[in-house]
C-alpha cells in the first residue's frame, strides 16, 4: 500500500511541475489574509517560469507585469499589514524579499523603472544548526509608517537557489497600491531594477549545501522608518 500511495505522489508532483511553479498570485490588507487571484496583482504570461536573465526588466514585475491591465490598486493605510498569498507553497529554498517603488502618477501606469527600496527580507534561519528557509503560501509584510502617501508598486520575489551551480532564479510579482496617511521620510538606499543584483552577489552564488553557515539577501539594505 505505501508503495501505492508512494507513486501517486510522484505523479501529482511530476504533474504539478508540468502546470507551472508557484506563483503569488493575490495581495490582501491584513495578516495572513488571502485575496483574490489577480485582483491587486499584475497577470504573468510565462506561467511564472523563473525569471534568470539579471539584466531582464522582467526582474520587475515578471514576463506581461509591466503594465496594470485590469489589475485594481489596493488602498492601504501607512503601517497597515498586508499578505501576498500564492496558489502554492514556496518550495524552493532562497530568500523571500518585499520591494517598493512610488508611482511617477498612478500605480496601475508604473512600469517599474523607477527607484525600488526594499522593505523586508526573509532570509535563513541557522538557529537550529541547519538552514531554514521562509517557505509558505502566505507572506505578511507591514507598509512603513514614514515614506510619502501615494500609489506604489509593491513587489514580492522569491530567489530560488535550491540548484548551486545551476543558474539562480526569479519568481517575482507586483501589486499595486495606493498609500494614506503616510509621513514625509523619502526611502533609502533605492536601486534599479535590474541592475539591484549582480552574478557576483555572494548571496545569488551561495551553496546551500556545503559548509553553509552565514547568507547575505542580495538586494540593498532593508529601509526601515
Ligand atoms: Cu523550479
Redesign the pocket.
Same mark, same amino acid.
Do not use: D, E
Given at each position: 500500500m505505501m508503495a501505492f500511495f508512494k507513486s501517486i505522489a510522484v505523479v501529482a508532483l511530476a504533474a504539478q511541475s508540468v502546470s507551472g %511553479?508557484y506563483i503569488f498570485q493575490a495581495l490582501a490588507k491584513g495578516a495572513n489574509t488571502k485575496g483574490t487571484p489577480y485582483q491587486y496583482v499584475r497577470h504573468n504570461t510565462n506561467m511564472n517560469s523563473?525569471v534568470t536573465d539579471l539584466s531582464s526588466n522582467d526582474l520587475r514585475c515578471n514576463a506581461g507585469g509591466a503594465t496594470g491591465g485590469s489589475t485594481s490598486t489596493l488602498a492601504l493605510n501607512a503601517g497597515d499589514t498586508f499578505t501576498f498569498s500564492l496558489d502554492q507553497a514556496v518550495y %524552493?529554498q532562497g530568500p523571500v524579499s518585499l520591494y517598493m517603488s512610488k508611482a511617477p502618477s498612478t500605480a496601475a501606469a508604473a512600469d517599474g523603472s523607477g527607484d525600488w527600496f526594499k522593505i523586508y527580507d526573509w532570509g535563513p534561519n541557522f538557529s537550529g544548526g541547519q538552514a531554514q528557509w521562509t517557505m509558505t503560501g502566505t507572506y505578511t509584510g507591514t507598509i512603513p509608517r514614514c515614506i510619502p502617501s501615494g500609489e506604489y508598486l509593491l513587489r514580492i520575489q522569491s530567489l530560488?537557489i535550491h540548484n548551486p551551480g545551476a543558474t539562480p532564479?526569479w519568481y517575482v510579482s507586483c501589486g499595486q497600491i495606493k498609500v494614506s496617511g503616510g509621513g514625509s521620510t523619502n526611502p533609502s538606499p533605492t536601486v534599479k531594477i535590474p541592475g539591484a543584483f549582480k552574478a557576483s552577489d555572494p548571496g545569488y552564488t551561495a551553496n546551500i549545501y556545503n559548509n553553509f553557515r552565514s547568507y547575505t539577501v542580495p538586494g540593498p539594505a532593508v529601509f526601515t522608518c
Open positions: %511553479h523563473p %524552493h530560488a532564479q
